[in-house]
């Protein structure tokens, strides 16, 4: 299985972190002041799993 963690994509000031962010907030996959991880599993071009964990301070 390979395996890669993206955490720079060559796009002025991360756009793409924010489009994602807003993305799950508006969908009610993460509150507003989330803080924890979000791992999404797609299966033949579709969401097959939907796994989050949040980190309670």
């Known amino acids: 299985m ?3 963690v993206v955490t720079d994509i060559r796009v002025p000031n991360s756009i793409w972190k924010k ?3 807003d993305t ?3 969908l009610n996959i993460i509150p507003g002041n ?3 991880k ?3 599993s797609f299966k033949d071009g579709g969401i097959s799993y939907i796994e989050k ?3 309670l301070k």
């Open 2 to 4: 390979r395996r890669q």
């Open 19 to 21: 489009k994602v962010s």
């Open 24 to 26: 799950l907030y508006e």
């Open 34 to 36: 989330f803080s924890g």
């Open 38 to 40: 979000v791992v999404i």
């Open 53 to 55: 964990t949040e980190t």
